[in-house]
């Protein structure tokens, strides 16, 4: 029976508003700051203005489609969901590299904070070899946390809302101690004077620089699956978080500039430009005594926990990815012992160092703002688009004036990214490498993966429905008796059907039309098909297909029919040639949306004696033993069940091998005892126990070709014999796997 398992909804409105709050009151403000005030001037507090307002804009599109979608990923489901590929891989890409990048921030503002608590102590400078001490920091901050994460610790609960309210208590003192140093000191008025010093290009050049800043509200509507009454509260926590951050934002920009006495010579926004980073920390010292060390306290808390919850983030969405099929399986991998994603971590961690240590804090900074305009951009066109694809979708909160709310979004984060460019070069060449190598990963890797996961995903669902359909391609009367007999055992297990296509082929360069006459010559053919199904008390009924490449009008014909299992004929002599350009079934082993078996010499039902089922470890062989239970009913005859070790081979790979192959045969519910053969050379082995009379049923090799261009495999030598037939199995999760070993290959 299956169960449906769900998370409990336990986050009340508070506890996931605090999540928004606690994601963007962090590390950017502590460490963006003074760097967005050297490049702006006095209009820092424009720059917090105007993005607080991008930031709002593309709120909407999250409070809407939170609310009415309630499933983790976020903006990668929605734009996935919504948008043709490659959209949604590029989302889930970029995604990764944002918050990969803004983990690099997030290091270097602790490598930054941790140096100046150095200093603070009385630890005098010193030099490191490669790269100064707080990259040294920085590096060692990622590698610490990405062990954590491997460990399984995480900031969740209300452990979460305590740093959140550590954090806001030090940026509020800040806050506090600015104004009653502006306060007590008159002419703070003339720090704003010339407002727009560097222009709109240092305003908008540090809009791109601080947006990251901004990001953190986008978490909520992925905790959607554990808040109550999400339809209500999302959209609710959404715009809260940012008005509460928002106006915190303004403050800081406000007492930065006002309260700060720069040096002489010196205006203040140069001064904070100057001290960067740590700029925060200067002002403080600057308000009251021992102010500068509570904001390195606040600081090193920010940066740590953004640390910690970004590894864990950017690590998810690699994750979400290969299980999506977008990237490979071994990145989905979970640790047996942590039961974490290790390998998600891993990779997430070196792209995180690999940036902090090839990129200036600032350049970092913009590199991840890019990111996130241009995913914040996908998402706000995916709303536009949901809201006509789905138009009664059940929606807690409505943005108003669609299209042109989410358009005025998407333009404003052009526009910012844009010029960016600009300003940040470094920046763009990162992010814009990235997309670069993300679309050659796709059109490369992916993209035949994730049509596959669909394809499979469709498959199962039919087997669920009891719809069950086995499509068989004949091309001659010669071989559909024994074709037909295989589709119909294996339909005839799932109370399924039977469609048998013949492939009328025209030349390249010739009209489709010119392939009727083939047609008629191929009408004997699936007339006797359909004949030796229903002989076989299975629904039976043909398709005549014309078509430039056969390989292709069979997958297609499989797609069409809604196939689950396909059966094709491979004949065992081939030319040199043959083998060297894609044989038709190779081509249909790779693109087939089902199980696929392909058949070797020729069935007669009334000689087969037994069927010999040669096991391994592998999800095809348990496929194979699966299958064989409806071939021994069909021919009332006996399975036996063997595998092949080395005679001189070692004794715990033996141990290993054999209980591999016993683990088969009981995942595949086949109640018969597995006999070991011990001989010099397995392969030989196994051609050596199969007898006249035989019907083989092996699985194909989960690496390899069935059809090799030099030597040949196991199927092919026992079917030359012209005693045995064979039939090969593959599952459909094998068939994305290429260029690897051949199976059993004999040269």
Not at 106 to 134: D, K, M, N, T, W
Not at 387 to 409: E, H, M, N, S, T
Request: hydrophobic share 50%; aromatic share 8%; charged share 20%.
């Amino acid at each position: 029976m299956a169960i449906e398992v769900r998370l409990s909804r336990e986050m009340r409105l508070v506890d996931v508003t605090m999540i928004g709050v606690g994601a963007m009151i962090g590390a950017g403000i502590f460490v963006l700051t003074g760097i967005a005030a050297g490049v702006a001037g006095p209009a820092l507090i424009l720059v917090f203005l105007l993005n607080g307002l991008v930031a709002l804009l593309t709120a909407m599109a999250y409070a809407e489609l939170g609310s009415a979608i309630h499933g983790a990923g976020g903006g990668y489901l929605w734009i996935k969901r919504s948008l043709p590929d490659p959209s949604g891989f590029l989302a889930g890409w970029m995604d990764w590299f944002a918050h990969a990048v803004a983990c690099s921030l997030y290091a270097l503002g602790f490598g930054a904070y941790f140096r100046e608590v150095l200093h603070v102590a009385g630890v005098g400078e010193f030099q490191l070899p490669i790269f100064g001490l707080e990259v040294w920091l920085a590096v060692g901050a990622c590698a610490l946390f990405s062990y954590i994460n491997f460990r399984g610790a995480s900031e969740t609960g209300k452990a979460g809302n305590v740093v959140t309210l550590g954090k806001l208590a030090v940026i509020g003192a800040f806050i506090v101690a600015g104004l009653w140093t502006m306060a007590k000191h008159t002419g703070w008025q003339g720090s704003f004077s010339p407002f727009m010093r560097e222009g709109w290009g240092g305003v908008l050049a540090a809009m791109g620089l601080t947006f990251i800043a901004f990001e953190g509200y986008e978490i909520i509507a992925q905790t959607s699956e554990e808040v109550e009454d999400p339809r209500r509260n999302v959209p609710r926590a959404v715009f809260l978080s940012l008005l509460i951050v928002i106006p915190i934002y303004l403050l800081v920009a406000l007492v930065a500039v006002g309260a700060v006495t720069p040096p002489a010579g010196m205006n203040v926004t140069e001064y904070l430009g100057q001290e960067k980073e740590t700029a925060l920390v200067t002002a403080a010292d600057q308000f009251v005594m021992g102010g500068g060390l509570i904001v390195l306290v606040g600081g090193l808390l920010s940066t740590l926990s953004a640390l910690n919850a970004t590894i864990y983030s950017s690590s998810r969405v690699a994750l979400a990815m290969a299980r999506d099929a977008s990237l490979p399986p071994i990145v989905a991998r979970i640790h047996s012992v942590r039961a974490t994603p290790h390998v998600a971590i891993l990779l997430s961690a070196a792209l995180v160092i690999g940036m902090a240590v090839a990129l200036p804090i600032e350049e970092v900074a913009a590199a991840a703002s890019v990111m996130f305009l241009l995913l914040f951009a996908g998402v706000n066109v995916a709303a536009i688009r949901l809201r006509k694809q789905q138009p009664d979708l059940d929606r807690g909160y409505r943005i108003p004036l669609v299209p042109f709310v989410p358009i005025l979004a998407i333009l404003c984060m052009l526009v910012v990214a844009v010029f960016m460019f600009v300003g940040y070069p470094l920046a763009w060449l990162a992010a814009g490498g990235w997309i670069v190598f993300g679309l050659g990963a796709y059109y490369v890797y992916s993209r035949t993966r994730e049509k596959a996961l669909v394809e499979r995903e469709i498959w199962m669902e039919r087997i669920e429905r009891k719809e069950y359909r086995v499509l068989v391609a004949v091309s001659s009367l010669r071989t559909a008796e024994s074709l037909v007999e295989v589709a119909s055992a294996i339909a005839k297990k799932h109370n399924g059907e039977v469609v048998a296509v013949a492939v009328a082929e025209v030349p390249e360069g010739e009209a489709l039309l010119t392939g009727r006459r083939r047609v008629r010559e191929l009408r004997p053919v699936l007339e006797k098909a359909v004949e030796f199904g229903l002989a076989r008390e299975v629904k039976t009924h043909p398709v005549a297909k014309i078509a430039h490449r056969i390989s292709h009008a069979i997958v297609q014909t499989a797609r069409e029919e809604h196939c689950n299992f396909l059966v094709i004929g491979s004949a065992h002599r081939q030319s040199f040639f043959e083998r060297v350009v894609a044989t038709i079934v190779e081509r249909v082993l790779k693109d087939a949306p089902c199980q696929v078996g392909v058949v070797y010499g020729e069935l007669e039902s009334g000689k087969v004696r037994q069927i010999v089922l040669p096991v391994t470890k592998s999800r095809n062989a348990e496929l194979a033993a699966e299958l064989v239970p409806a071939f021994a009913e069909r021919f009332s005859v006996p399975v036996r069940a063997l595998t092949v070790v080395a005679r001189d081979g070692d004794q715990p790979s033996e141990e290993e091998f054999v209980a591999g192959a016993r683990e088969t045969l009981k995942a595949a519910g086949l109640g018969v005892e597995l006999e070991v053969l011990r001989r010099r050379e397995p392969a030989q082995g196994l051609l050596g126990a199969i007898r006249y009379g035989d019907l083989v049923i092996l699985g194909a090799p989960s690496r390899g070709l069935v059809t090799p261009v030099f030597g040949e495999t196991i199927p092919m030598e026992i079917a030359k014999r012209g005693r045995n037939p064979v039939v090969v199995v593959r599952d459909l999760d094998e068939r994305v796997r290429r260029f690897e070993r051949v199976f059993f290959r004999r040269s």
